[in-house]
């Protein structure tokens, strides 16, 4: 059974950091392809902030999110993060993790097969 599992998400001040973190468990980590952060704000749909190939490291990031968030990885535990700078009151949303273990797309939520519960991030002006 293939669980994912976030911390770090809360409430900060605009121009604040978060550090988001995600465990995976049940699953070889170097089998995943993409793995990724995805947020949902009430009313929108599910878009993808970031991801990274597993296996060599690739990023990606919507422009939304460049030069603010950092997706970096720790193969050996596991283990996803996601840094975030420069916050803003539009980045408020459910951020969640998930895994695509066969390469498709890494924006898409219709391409990743594993999810985790969510954190939420909020930002006030």
């Known amino acids: 059974q293939v669980q994912l599992v976030e911390s770090g998400g809360g409430s900060v001040q605009a121009g604040g950091s978060l550090r988001l973190s995600c465990g995976v468990f049940?699953?070889?980590?170097?089998?995943?392809?993409?793995m990724a952060w995805f947020r949902q704000a009430p009313g929108k749909e599910r878009e993808g902030v970031a991801a990274?190939?597993?296996?060599?490291?690739?990023?990606y990031y919507a422009d939304s999110v460049k030069g603010r968030f950092t997706i970096s990885q720790d193969n050996a535990k596991g283990t996803l993060y996601l840094q975030m700078n420069s916050l803003k009151p539009e980045d408020t949303a459910m951020y969640y993790c998930?895994?695509?273990?066969?390469?498709?797309?890494?924006?898409?939520?219709?391409?990743?097969?594993?999810w985790g519960q969510g954190t939420q991030v909020t930002v006030s002006s």
């Open positions: 998930a895994a695509d273990p066969s390469g498709r797309t890494w924006y898409s939520p219709n391409d990743y097969n594993f």
């Open positions: 049940g699953y070889t980590y170097g089998y995943i392809y993409y």
């Open positions: 990274i190939r597993t296996v060599g490291g690739t990023t």
